[in-house]
């Protein structure tokens, strides 16, 4: 088995490719990147990401975004393998919530090992060039010797690429219409849900595997590690992540890395933690999972207090406009790539957190929630309303916020094939009023909420029947410009009215 997964990894074939792609998910990506003096950006390393999206039987979905490091290969196999541990015959209708759990703890178990057998021989011939090194004939000249090491370096250089680097991984499986989360490391699930009201509560599924995580500490300290120097470090063999896919170095060779040397036993664990089931009955929302990199490029432009509500509403605002998934959830990725060059540049305060940014993968599974008709823009029936999107960088607990003007689908928009409602009010607003979205956002350690709401004076609410445009060709404004009109003219003294003068003619 070993040997047919070594092949398999050097065919660069895959156990999965028979298994259809599910299409109710999109994911976006951007390469890794650090800015120069000029602001332009170059990429460092290629992408280390990997993700899966499959459709099983039985009513069976997986998605998943690893993170990689030291290379793509642990996130790549991982992709591979834990498919092929869970929707190759293991999962079922008939499974109950303790079945699933510990299917899923069994797929990462078996992804670890089975990684780790693959570079089996390549270990092997690491540790014995290692030990060859060291001088073996007294008779052998220096040049000699020489000549050798610099071939056994070389050698020795290829195989540390080979077998080293690892991942951290999120997963998310819908099986009964149930939703469980798997998580290895440090990248974040949300699950988005809208109510009839027009509210948007946020749930992030878990909290990371890093080192100020207590309960992590805790595990750490129990084992004999000092858990206070670990979270003076910050990083442990230059991640943060205290639970990893693949990494030998943590794994085999922990007693020789002096944070972890006290340890009784192994201490970077490749256990996932699980949550669920969470029914999706009645739900209405959407599913994210996100990179590490996506995270911190977003927390690192403007804190990590807002990042979730941002991130949400930054889908929600590209699913009105979008109308495909897999556009919205590359339109998500660019504009936090953007946001976090626009702040590097600007010479901010945050400025100094935003010198490079890592991969960056979104996946985005919508919960019969509907995308936007490409065919009505707002003056052609289309519904405008604002959603409060935070921005607070303080650490306070205001309340600070930029209002959107969002382009919400119509009414009974076919998504996926099924006919689905908008979850907001049908009401229309009155000029001086509008309706708003609101987030709350709630942890599985902590809960907070923050909603706020706009003046949407400036936004007139269409009717349900489309504007006709005039001989001209145009339609007529729903943002009332008379009044700047009349200031402008006063100003420059001309005495001229709307009427005649400036303005729409």
């Given at each position: 088995?070993?040997?047919?997964?070594?092949?398999?990894?050097?065919?660069?074939?895959?156990?999965?490719?028979?298994?259809?792609?599910?299409?109710?998910?999109?994911?976006?990506?951007?390469?890794?990147?650090?800015?120069?003096?000029?602001?332009?950006?170059?990429?460092?390393?290629?992408?280390?990401?990997?993700?899966?999206?499959?459709?099983?039987?039985?009513?069976?979905?997986?998605?998943?975004?690893?993170?990689?490091?030291?290379?793509?290969?642990?996130?790549?196999?991982?992709?591979?393998?834990?498919?092929?541990?869970?929707?190759?015959?293991?999962?079922?209708?008939?499974?109950?919530?303790?079945?699933?759990?510990?299917?899923?703890?069994?797929?990462?178990?078996?992804?670890?090992?089975?990684?780790?057998?693959?570079?089996?021989?390549?270990?092997?011939?690491?540790?014995?060039?290692?030990?060859?090194?060291?001088?073996?004939?007294?008779?052998?000249?220096?040049?000699?010797?020489?000549?050798?090491?610099q071939k056994v370096q070389e050698?020795?250089?290829?195989?540390?690429?080979?077998?080293?680097?690892?991942?951290?991984?999120?997963?998310?499986?819908?099986?009964?219409?149930?939703?469980?989360?798997?998580?290895?490391?440090?990248?974040?699930?949300?699950?988005?849900?809208?109510?009839?009201?027009?509210?948007?509560?946020?749930?992030?599924?878990?909290?990371?595997?890093?080192?100020?995580?207590?309960?992590?500490?805790?595990?750490?300290?129990?084992?004999?590690?000092?858990?206070?120097?670990?979270?003076?470090?910050?990083?442990?063999?230059?991640?943060?992540?205290?639970?990893?896919?693949?990494?030998?170095?943590?794994?085999?060779?922990?007693?020789?890395?002096?944070?972890?040397?006290?340890?009784?036993?192994?201490?970077?664990?490749?256990?996932?933690?699980?949550?669920?089931?969470?029914?999706?009955?009645?739900?209405?929302?959407?599913?994210?999972?996100?990179?590490?990199?996506?995270?911190?490029?977003?927390?690192?432009?403007?804190?990590?207090?807002?990042?979730?509500?941002?991130?949400?509403?930054?889908?929600?605002?590209?699913?009105?406009?979008?109308?495909?998934?897999?556009?919205?959830?590359?339109?998500?990725?660019?504009?936090?790539?953007?946001?976090?060059?626009?702040?590097?540049?600007?010479?901010?305060?945050?400025?100094?957190?935003?010198?490079?940014?890592?991969?960056?993968?979104?996946?985005?599974?919508?919960?019969?929630?509907?995308?936007?008709?490409?065919?009505?823009?707002?003056?052609?029936?289309?519904?405008?309303?604002?959603?409060?999107?935070?921005?607070?960088?303080?650490?306070?607990?205001?309340?600070?916020?930029?209002?959107?003007?969002?382009?919400?689908?119509?009414?009974?928009?076919?998504?996926?094939?099924?006919?689905?409602?908008?979850?907001?009010?049908?009401?229309?607003?009155?000029?001086?009023?509008?309706?708003?979205?609101?987030?709350?956002?709630?942890?599985?350690?902590?809960?907070?909420?923050?909603?706020?709401?706009?003046?949407?004076?400036?936004?007139?609410?269409?009717?349900?029947q489309a504007a006709q445009p005039?001989?001209?060709?145009?339609v007529p404004p729903y943002v009332?410009?008379?009044?700047?009109?009349?200031?402008?003219?006063?100003?420059?003294?001309?005495?001229?009215?709307?009427?005649?003068?400036?303005?729409?003619?």
């Amino acid at each position: 088995m070993a040997a047919q997964r070594r092949n398999l990894m050097q065919s660069h074939q895959s156990w999965t490719d028979d298994l259809p792609l599910c299409q109710m998910c999109g994911v976006g990506t951007a390469t890794n990147c650090v800015y120069g003096p000029d602001g332009k950006g170059t990429e460092s390393h290629p992408n280390e990401d990997g993700h899966l999206r499959f459709r099983g039987e039985d009513g069976c979905f997986l998605y998943g975004v690893f993170n990689g490091y030291d290379g793509s290969r642990v996130a790549s196999y991982a992709s591979q393998c834990l498919t092929a541990e869970l929707l190759l015959g293991q999962l079922n209708s008939s499974h109950t919530d303790n079945d699933v759990r510990r299917i899923l703890t069994q797929a990462f178990d078996v992804v670890e090992k089975s990684y780790f057998e693959t570079i089996d021989d390549a270990l092997a011939e690491k540790a014995d060039l290692s030990n060859y090194l060291l001088p073996h004939n007294e008779n052998v000249s220096f040049h000699q010797l020489s000549a050798q090491s610099q071939k056994v370096q070389e050698r020795l250089k290829e195989l540390e690429q080979e077998v080293s680097g690892g991942a951290t991984a999120v997963v998310a499986l819908i099986l009964n219409n149930k939703l469980y989360i798997a998580s290895v490391g440090t990248n974040r699930a949300l699950l988005c849900k809208s109510s009839s009201d027009g509210q948007n509560q946020v749930l992030q599924i878990g909290r990371p595997h890093s080192t100020d995580n207590e309960d992590e500490l805790q595990r750490l300290a129990a084992l004999g590690v000092d858990s206070a120097r670990v979270r003076q470090a910050g990083q442990i063999t230059g991640q943060n992540s205290t639970r990893r896919l693949g990494d030998y170095r943590v794994k085999f060779n922990y007693n020789e890395i002096d944070l972890l040397s006290a340890a009784k036993t192994r201490p970077v664990v490749a256990e996932p933690e699980i949550h669920g089931s969470q029914s999706l009955d009645s739900v209405t929302g959407f599913l994210l999972l996100m990179s590490e990199g996506l995270i911190n490029a977003l927390e690192s432009a403007h804190g990590p207090e807002q990042a979730n509500q941002e991130i949400v509403a930054m889908v929600a605002a590209e699913l009105a406009l979008q109308t495909s998934l897999e556009a919205v959830a590359q339109s998500v990725v660019e504009r936090v790539k953007r946001l976090h060059h626009d702040v590097y540049v600007s010479g901010r305060q945050r400025a100094t957190y935003c010198s490079r940014h890592e991969d960056m993968t979104l996946l985005i599974r919508t919960l019969n929630y509907p995308l936007a008709d490409g065919g009505l823009p707002p003056t052609q029936g289309g519904r405008i309303y604002p959603v409060s999107v935070p921005y607070s960088n303080s650490q306070s607990t205001s309340k600070t916020s930029v209002t959107l003007s969002l382009v919400m689908p119509s009414q009974n928009t076919l998504t996926n094939g099924t006919n689905t409602a908008s979850t907001l009010e049908e009401g229309t607003p009155t000029p001086g009023q509008s309706p708003t979205a609101t987030l709350q956002s709630t942890n599985t350690q902590t809960q907070s909420s923050s909603s706020s709401s706009g003046d949407g004076s400036l936004f007139r609410q269409r009717g349900s029947q489309a504007a006709q445009p005039d001989e001209t060709g145009r339609v007529p404004p729903y943002v009332d410009f008379s009044q700047f009109y009349r200031l402008w003219g006063n100003d420059h003294g001309d005495g001229q009215s709307t009427q005649g003068g400036l303005g729409p003619q």
